[in-house]
């Protein structure tokens, strides 16, 4: 009996002990739960914003921001009166009447003025006197009343220019301007022909040098690993150029052409291998080593032991590079460029999505609808992935 009081007061004192220093540590999980919360929304608000400016109308977008795309918003517009055939004699005057619309719907007018130079030099409801006596009267509803001495002439109407509260407008007019643009289904083979293999073929290579450097004892190969994670550092740009160089030369001493997939593949390729030579190499070498062992007792020679045990087992540093390798290349306008120009031929998503935006940059709504059109693969990519990534990025961290 006294046994069982001293164990209740013993459990009893670690709970309290654990009560106390679950709530001292508190403030502290708090702080990092605000801060996590945080980052993921300084992360996902650029992104929200430019999903929702993918539907806005083009004149909405560019004229306010995303966080009032669901509220009204004021816009200068131009309409034509009726034409000189409609106009109607009262009295001595010649009156060309009728209603402004948006959307359809009566407009409801802030401004207005009969000249491009001050579109909203008048309030609803004052009379604007134009050339010739004419006056132009508009009211709140966009209710419009031209009259002249005169007899109009012509045959279109006059011009209005007035500002209006339209409301919010969505829609896939964006989407559809992109994805029927001319050479986007070209140029989306073209991405697909320069991804794939870009990404298939350093892993392949990595995968088998990854295993030599980490099972096979030779002459330098702690210099070969310390020359891979030199060349992580090493810059894309300040290699790009003397690698063009130096295939064209190659190519024209073989007949190979200088915009061929080719240049590109070895190019995607050279500059993946270090880090995947480093991630493959972490993983494999955090293999047991009992298993390697044990199926060279048996016999097994070392092309057998990586295509029959390790090849299986890194299937999740494998995933996690080929996430990287691909959303890497499959973005890249910078080395497609160099390599394979901007022929039609040959153009790549990306540089079709740039053709399509223009010099300037104006065109807001082909950047943000082409921008989740350009991500769509990878997102695919990345879902079907994502569970060996984190797995593939910490292997070899733990033993």
């Known amino acids: 009996m006294a046994t069982t009081q001293h164990n209740n007061s013993v459990s009893d004192e670690r709970s309290a002990k654990f009560s106390m220093s679950k709530l001292r540590r508190s403030p502290l999980t708090i702080l990092v739960h605000l801060s996590v919360l945080l980052i993921v929304i300084l992360w996902t608000l650029p992104t929200a914003g430019l999903f929702i400016s993918s539907f806005r109308d083009k004149d909405q977008l560019a004229l306010s921001g995303w966080w009032t795309s669901l509220?009204?918003?004021?816009?200068?517009?131009?309409?034509?009166?009726?034409?000189?055939?409609?106009?109607?004699?009262?009295?001595?005057?010649?009156?060309?009447s009728g209603k402004l619309l948006v959307d359809g719907k009566p407009a409801d007018v802030k401004a207005f003025g009969f000249s491009s130079r001050e579109p909203t030099q008048y309030e609803p409801g004052e009379k604007a006197k134009m050339k010739e006596g004419t006056t132009l009267t508009v009211t709140e509803t966009g209710e419009y009343r031209m009259a002249s001495t005169e007899p109009f002439t012509g045959k279109r109407g006059k011009r209005v220019f007035y500002t209006a509260v339209v409301p919010p407008k969505f829609g896939l007019d964006n989407y559809k301007e992109v994805l029927t643009a001319e050479g986007i289904g070209r140029s989306f083979i073209n991405s697909l022909t320069v991804t794939i293999p870009a990404t298939v073929i350093p892993i392949l290579i990595a995968a088998y040098a990854a295993y030599a450097l980490s099972w096979m004892k030779m002459p330098g190969r702690n210099l070969l690993i310390a020359m891979v994670v030199g060349l992580l550092v090493v810059p894309l740009q300040m290699s790009l150029i003397p690698l063009l160089r130096l295939y064209n030369d190659i190519g024209a001493?073989?007949?190979?052409?200088?915009?061929?997939?080719?240049?590109?593949?070895?190019?995607?390729?050279?500059?993946?291998?270090?880090?995947?030579?480093?991630?493959?190499?972490?993983?494999?070498?955090?293999?047991?080593?009992?298993?390697?062992?044990?199926?060279?007792?048996?016999?097994?020679?070392?092309?057998?032991?990586?295509?029959?045990?390790?090849?299986?087992?890194?299937?999740?540093?494998?995933?996690?590079?080929?996430?990287?390798?691909?959303?890497?290349?499959?973005?890249?306008?910078?080395?497609?460029?160099?390599?394979?120009?901007?022929?039609?031929?040959?153009?790549?998503?990306?540089?079709?999505?740039?053709?399509?935006?223009?010099?300037?940059?104006?065109?807001?709504?082909?950047?943000?609808a082409s921008a989740f059109v350009s991500i769509a693969v990878p997102l695919m990519v990345f879902f079907t992935l994502q569970r060996y990534l984190v797995r593939g990025l910490l292997s070899g961290s733990v033993k």
């Open 71 to 96: 509220t009204a918003s004021e816009q200068n517009l131009v309409a034509r009166t009726e034409g000189p055939d409609k106009q109607k004699q009262e009295g001595d005057v010649y009156v060309l």
């Open 253 to 368: 001493f073989f007949g190979v052409g200088a915009k061929t997939y080719l240049g590109i593949w070895l190019a995607h390729t050279g500059f993946g291998l270090p880090l995947a030579i480093y991630l493959l190499r972490n993983y494999i070498s955090s293999l047991p080593r009992e298993i390697i062992e044990s199926a060279k007792v048996d016999g097994a020679t070392d092309f057998e032991v990586f295509m029959r045990i390790v090849l299986p087992l890194s299937f999740p540093a494998l995933a996690s590079f080929g996430i990287f390798q691909f959303l890497w290349v499959w973005n890249d306008l910078l080395v497609a460029t160099v390599f394979l120009g901007t022929g039609e031929e040959h153009m790549v998503l990306t540089a079709r999505l740039r053709e399509m935006l223009g010099s300037r940059g104006g065109n807001w709504e082909i950047l943000t």
